[in-house]
């Protein structure tokens, strides 16, 4: 059961005497889902901002809120979100900007602190991440960094809150230091892991972004957030085996292994894709060690202290045997993958769309065919042709992709718009409808579809169905190439869903 981490904590109250209306952006990230539910234990009135809504249908609290739907670069968006807030959490990113995602984050930032100002609003909290003492930033950090600037310069007073590695089931951070440190009893690995760091677990970055909402309205600052324990990056890994019940792990630190090599080993060690194991590794190269921790004058700690590391790594470790892990750093979308849907036949008037057709007759229920639909991929995997899958997911690795790494959330559902190993989950309607969207290395755009329907004879068709739309030659030779292994990964995936005793459609 999901424990409320911020319950004891003093609420803000309205002019009208009723608990403050406030909006989340980045609803369905990581951090966005869960303080969407601690702001919910206060009664607020939240409202969220989010691109398409429909990504929100799965979520426990999506009847408790408002939701107001567009692109968060829209000002007019901006000012219908905004309208009657008293609370504002900046939660967005640009990471999926493919160029020049600095230029994109400043803009980003630049037009929501105009319309909060515009709005009244009366306080923005946004979560940043640390900064060393070296003035030398990843690209990545300059930019938070510099829309922290933005947000606090826009006369709206601003906390923005500075967070280092953050410990907490599925977060990007925990997922590579839990994979490299199973996976690998012995590594070699880049001298900046002798860099002392001080992690934060999830409840407690959720405590200090719900109690920001009752600061005084004259405090506009920055504040570093971290837990009590500082150390390297190696001494973690071993305290991380020690609470794992591993051996103690052999670590050989290297000079040669540049940021790029490292970012390289870890896309294809752990599940997280090298597009942002490199801003993670970037994040890493230097000390990361809160520099003041003022905001506990402010904030007092939760009824026991701050989360000790071996705590956060224990209760992480828990929600994950427990399949109790309410966000994942791949609900938002992963870095340099696209996120076009499925068009309709007429916007594809003159172009190539590739289709491979499979349809089969089954004596089970509808409902149980959706069941094994809805299961797919992770350790359920997809097919008799195991092997085939994995070796598509190693070629992905290889190329930078995200691989089959990212598994899935939990074992038996799905939520629209999270990620299902390389693809992401862009339509359901039980028990019709499932639609994933490829976010694979490809020349061009994929998408792999089934469909059920219940038969006037009692009988059940499953149709599944994938679609390559190509980008230029290359992607025409791609489908060439690959064609041959449709027609041994293909039907054993539709066979196996539609069950025993499945029969191949009329005209299929």
């Not at 905001?295 to 989360?307: E, L, N, S």
């Not at 509808?366 to 070629?395: C, V």
């Amino acid at each position: 059961m999901i424990e409320n981490v911020t319950a004891d904590l003093p609420e803000l109250l309205a002019e009208d005497g009723k608990p403050a209306r406030i909006l989340v952006t980045g609803a369905t990230g990581y951090i966005g889902g869960r303080l969407i539910r601690e702001l919910l234990v206060h009664n607020y009135r939240v409202r969220v901002l989010v691109r398409n809504a429909d990504k929100l249908r799965d979520y426990p609290w999506v009847h408790q809120v408002e939701i107001t739907e567009g692109d968060a670069a829209d000002p007019a968006v901006l000012n219908r979100a905004l309208s009657g807030v008293h609370i504002a959490y900046y939660l967005l990113h640009a990471l999926n900007s493919p160029k020049n995602f600095e230029a994109e984050e400043a803009d980003l930032a630049t037009k929501f602190a105009k319309a909060a100002k515009v709005n009244q609003v009366q306080r923005i909290i946004y979560l940043g991440g640390m900064t060393s003492s070296n003035d030398e930033l990843s690209p990545h950090m300059a930019a938070r960094t510099e829309t922290g600037e933005i947000l606090r310069g826009s006369g709206v007073p601003t906390i923005e809150l500075r967070a280092g590695v953050v410990i907490g089931s599925g977060s990007a951070s925990f997922e590579m230091l839990r994979h490299l440190t199973e996976r690998l009893p012995i590594m070699v690995t880049p001298k900046w892991l002798k860099n002392r760091i001080q992690p934060i677990a999830i409840r407690d970055v959720l405590r200090y972004l719900v109690g920001s909402a009752t600061i005084d309205k004259s405090v506009n600052r920055v504040f570093d957030i971290a837990g009590p324990d500082v150390f390297t990056y190696m001494e973690m890994m071993q305290q991380y085996a020690e609470v794992a019940g591993l051996r103690r792990r052999i670590i050989i630190p290297l000079p040669v292994l540049t940021p790029r090599l490292a970012s390289g080993w870890i896309g294809l060690v752990t599940p997280v894709p090298v597009t942002l194991a490199k801003r993670l590794v970037a994040s890493l190269k230097h000390e990361v060690v809160a520099k003041e921790d003022d905001i506990r004058a402010y904030i007092p700690d939760a009824p026991g202290g701050r989360t000790t590391f071996k705590k956060a790594v224990e209760l992480a470790l828990t929600r994950v045997k427990d399949l109790e892990v309410e966000t994942r750093w791949s609900n938002a979308t992963t870095p340099g993958t696209h996120s076009e849907p499925l068009p309709t036949d007429p916007d594809w008037a003159g172009g190539s769309l590739y289709v491979d057709l499979r349809q089969y007759v089954s004596d089970d229920s509808q409902e149980e065919i959706w069941k094994r639909i809805e299961a797919i991929g992770g350790d359920n995997g997809y097919s008799t042709a195991t092997w085939a899958w994995e070796l598509r997911g190693l070629m992905d690795r290889f190329v930078g992709g995200v691989g089959l790494r990212r598994g899935r959330r939990d074992p038996n559902t799905l939520m629209e718009g999270e990620a299902l190993d390389f693809w992401r989950v862009e339509k359901i309607e039980r028990p019709n409808l499932l639609r994933l969207r490829a976010e694979m290395k490809l020349p061009g755009l994929a998408w792999l579809e089934f469909r059920t329907f219940k038969l006037p004879n009692g009988k059940t068709l499953l149709v599944q169905r994938a679609f390559f739309h190509p980008k230029g030659l290359f992607g025409h030779a791609y489908w060439a190439a690959v064609f041959p292994m449709h027609g041994i990964v293909f039907p054993s995936m539709a066979k196996k869903l539609a069950g025993k005793g499945c029969k191949k459609a009329p005209n299929s």
